[in-house]
Structure formats: structure tokens, C-alpha cells
């Protein structure tokens, strides 16, 4: 008997890991009670100060509006933690899931192209988690102006830095659910990855000062810290060590492609 | 064809499969045989490329099956019936299986139908009973038409109308010409299943011959009663027999009874017994590969 034929196509492999992603239910709901829970963090700290607005004297209104305070309703810190926890944990289990059942080498045994098969996986993984954090970043900025508006302290996407305020917010998730994937590919168990994604993207950035020039450096070549300069308005001007956006652009970028890289070559080096 | 050379894996300091060589042929279901922890599964997943051998080689038709780019065409597994995600239907990882493999969707629900599960194609697999779960499984290997069928323990589990039908499908997937590789640590799942088999233990090669040589080969006794036990032993011994006093009675080995019978009359010998016995396949595996069970119950270690 020989084998019938079909050319080896990257595209099959994608369509594959999609079918795999959304035949869990698990995908659809935890992506919708990470927005879910990022909403309500936003919008909550938006009705907070549409609803305290009567209190504030004058110049503290003009300070809120002086100090793009809207933006930072828009997506807060809280909330980009949310983000990077929920992320991390999907990207994590992405990989995990197939370690816990050992679905992983039917995976395998079924494309030994390793490479390709992480590839595919990842790929498929950035592209849904972009759109979904971008269009949840997007869905929260205009919610938490709304709400402003009632106070005639809203923004529009046209003011300085909103735009990006969303980008970063956005991508914020495909660079955590990367990470969280190459840490799923490395300790290929859910619960140590999950907590290995949080401490390294969320402690991490704790523990290293802002106020001397190597610890600093550290902390700016951080996911989070990288995002926080992105949505932190001014502020990150007035620190020990300023820094550009671009830089943290770059750590986004750097992050995303090491982490994809390292879910790609541990999985292709170690037996299954 | 599935060509084993020297092949070798070493965890650490242990050795799990040592220098085993063997081939299994197509167009004949060759049984795995061996107790657990013998390194069955470790050679499964050295075959599949899953695992990479310390020494040695293992080729599926002649290449080292990780160097195919899509596998399910050239050879079709079943590992582990528990290596599914259960929060997925069946079809849904049948799909996602074929789809990496360029395999048209109308395959699955062929699979699916061959495989008796057409009716549970849309349930969650998790809530799939361990049969059906190994009909899945099976199905899975069946996908991409393969030439090289590989199966670890696919008997496990199924009801006596399950195992009769894997049977059956392993018979005409030999007789197809396909090269069909049965793991599993029962002799009895394998004598009416296997025409060849490939007996490992502690990671070592014991057999690797045809199911008839293998049965010729295993113990055969016959038992002797005489009144002259002493004398027929010696007699029997001379003439090449293996003997062993059983209580009153003699076991000897190596020679058949009519023989016995010959060499006694002719020297006047009365004889009260002779019974040939067969020893089952099952006790021939059982005796060749005692000394190499990893894991005896109640065993000091």
C-alpha cells in the first residue's frame, strides 16, 4: 500500500488550531468574563466620577480634565491587570490543555512538523486575542467617555494619545497570552504556567525601582511597565529615567516574538 | 513496514528499551506483547517521533517517520484512548485532526460511521464512555487511509462486542495490505488477533517470530506416571528429554509422548500416565517474561 498525497499546507494547520480554539467552550467564556470584568472596572470608575463630580471643587475639575484623567478611566491599571492575568491564562492553557489530556502527541503524531504546529497555534492565538483585546480596549474607552459625557468631561478618540490608549491597551493581550503560551510549552501544566504568566508579568515589575538607571531599564523592558507607559499620560516624563513610547512599543514587540519563539523551539526539542 | 534497528532509550540512568530490533510487516497484524513497563509505549512513541531514540533507528516505510511534514497519511495511531480533550465533540477533534492533514470534512463522518459513533458525533467527549472513547481514537487512525496502523492497548475497555468487531477491522486492515502494530500486555487478547508478534520485557527484545513458532517454541510437557520412576528418567534423559519429578509423577519436556510411550515399552517399563500437556500461549508469555516483569504483586524491591 502506499500512502495517497496532499501537499503539507500552513494554512491547513491554522484553520486546525481554530477549530480547536472554539470547539472549547472554555475560550468563549473566559474571554467574555475577562471583558466582562474589564468593563465593569472601567465603566464603574467612570460612574464613580460622574457621580462624585458634584463634589469636586473647581480647581480639582480642572485638574481632571488638565491631566487627561478620562484616559485613565478608559482603561485603568486594574483593569490592564485584569487583562494581563486573564490573557496569560488563556495563552497558557492554549498549550496546557493539550499537555493535560496528552492530546499533544496525537497533535504530533498527526503533524510531526513540531515547528509548524506552534507556529500555527501562536499565530492563531495573537490574531484572536489582538482583535479581541483591541475591540474590548475600544468598547471600554467609548462606554467610560459616555459616561463622562454626562459631566462634559469625555474624550474623543481624536484627542492626543486616546488612539494609542487603545492600541496599547489592545495588544496588551496577545503580548501576555504569548507569554503565557510559551510558559504553557515550558512547564506543560496549567496551574505552575498560570502562576509562573502572573509573577512574571505582573510581580516582576514590583520588585524593580524606578529610581536607579539598571533596576529602571529592567522595569521599562517590561510587558506591563511597557504598557503603562503607553496609557500613562505624562507622568512617565517627570521619572528618574524617561523613556519613549517607541521603546515601549519595542518591548511589546520583543516580548511577543521571544516568547513565540521560545513555545516554538521547546516543544520541537523535547520529547513528547 | 516498521523497521526497528538497536533501537535504545535511556531516561536519566534508566533504560527503558534496550538494542531492540525488529520489522513488522505489511499485510499482517504483528501483536506487541509485554508486561507493563516493559517500554512498549516508549518504542510507540519513538516510532511516531515522538520521543527521540538514544541509539539506534526506527523507520516507518523506510524513514524516520518525524521527517514527514503531515503524518496521518502515512501512518495512522492510536496511543492512548485518555489523549483527547474532553471539553470537545467528536467530530470537533476528528475535525481539527483532519483539517491539519489536508483531509476532506466529509472523511470525518465517514470515520465517525465506521467506527459506530455517527450517533455520539456531536456530544462532548468527555462524557464518551472508555469504548467509545477508543472507537475515537481508532477513528483518528483510520483518517488519513494510512498504510501503517499502530494501536496501543485498543482492546481496553471495549465490551466483548467491541473487541469481536476491532478484530474483525484489524483482519481486513492486514488483509488490505496495511501494516497493522497491536500493543497489549494479554497474550489472550492477541492469540486469536496476531500473525506475528514482537515480545518485549524490561525494555528487551524476547521474541520477535510468527504467533505458530512462538507457540511451538513455548513449554509443551508431558506427564508420566510408571512405577519405575527412577529408571524412565534416566532412560528419558539419555534419549535428549528434559525430566522433572512432579510429586509421583514426571514432567518431561522436549520429547512427545508417543516417544515416551515407545522408549518405556521397549524397555519393559509400565506406564499408569501419559498425558501431553499444551502449555497455553498465555503461560508461555507468562514464563518467558516473568523474570522481566517490572512490577510483581507483592514483590520485595
Known sequence: MTPTTARARFTDLLAAEWIKLWSLRSTGWSLLAGALAVLGINVGTAYDHYKYWDQYDESSRAAFLRNDIGLVDAFTANSGMVLVLVLGAIGAVAVTGEYGSGLIRTTLAAVPARRSVMAAKALVVTAVTAVFGTALALVSFLLTQVVLDGRDAGLTLGHPGALRLVLASGLLAPVAALVGMALGAVARHSAASVVAATGLLLMVPLFLSEDRYLTAVLRHAQPFTAWQRLADFGRFGEVAHPWTTGGAWLVYLVWALGAAALAVTVVHRRDQ | ?301
Open chain 2, 1 to 301: 513496514m516498521i523497521e526497528a534497528n538497536e533501537l535504545t532509550k535511556r531516561y536519566g540512568s534508566t533504560t527503558a528499551v534496550r538494542n531492540l530490533t525488529f520489522t513488522v510487516k505489511p499485510g499482517r497484524v504483528t501483536g506487541f506483547l509485554g508486561p507493563n513497563g516493559a517500554g512498549k509505549s516508549t518504542t510507540l512513541r519513538m516510532i511516531l517521533g515522538l520521543h527521540a531514540p538514544t541509539g539506534g533507528t526506527v523507520t516507518v516505510d523506510g524513514r524516520p517517520f518525524r521527517d514527514h511534514a503531515r503524518g496521518l497519511r502515512h501512518l495512522g495511531a492510536l496511543l492512548d484512548a485518555s489523549e483527547v480533550h474532553g471539553g470537545r465533540s467528536g467530530r470537533s477533534h476528528l475535525a481539527a485532526l483532519a483539517r491539519s492533514n489536508g483531509i476532506p470534512r466529509g472523511r470525518v463522518d465517514e470515520v465517525l460511521g465506521e467506527v459506530g459513533l455517527a450517533g455520539a458525533a456531536k456530544r462532548r467527549i468527555g462524557g464518551y464512555s472508555l469504548g467509545m472513547r477508543q472507537r475515537l481514537g481508532i477513528a483518528g487512525a483510520l483518517l488519513g487511509d494510512p498504510p501503517v496502523l499502530v494501536f496501543d492497548e485498543p482492546l481496553n475497555g471495549l465490551d466483548p462486542e467491541g473487541v469481536r468487531w476491532v478484530r474483525g477491522l484489524f483482519r481486513r486492515l492486514a488483509a488490505e495490505g496495511r501494516t497493522v502494530f497491536v500493543s497489549s500486555h494479554l497474550m489472550t487478547e492477541m492469540e486469536h488477533t496476531a500473525d506475528d508478534l514482537v515480545v518485549v520485557g524490561r525494555g528487551e527484545l524476547i521474541a520477535a517470530e510468527s504467533l505458530a513458532d512462538f507457540a511451538a517454541r513455548s513449554g509443551s510437557s508431558v506427564t508420566v506416571r510408571t512405577t519405575e520412576a527412577a529408571l524412565l528418567a534416566r532412560l528419558l534423559t539419555e534419549q535428549g528429554a528434559g525430566v522433572r519429578p512432579v510429586g509421583e509423577a514426571l514432567e518431561v519436556t522436549g520429547m512427545a509422548a508417543a516417544r515416551i510411550g515407545d522408549l518405556a515399552f521397549a524397555q519393559r517399563l509400565p506406564l499408569h500416565e501419559l498425558t501431553p500437556r499444551t502449555a497455553s500461549l498465555e503461560a508461555a508469555f507468562m514464563e518467558l517474561t516473568a523474570d522481566r516483569a517490572d512490577h510483581h504483586a507483592g514483590a520485595t524491591r
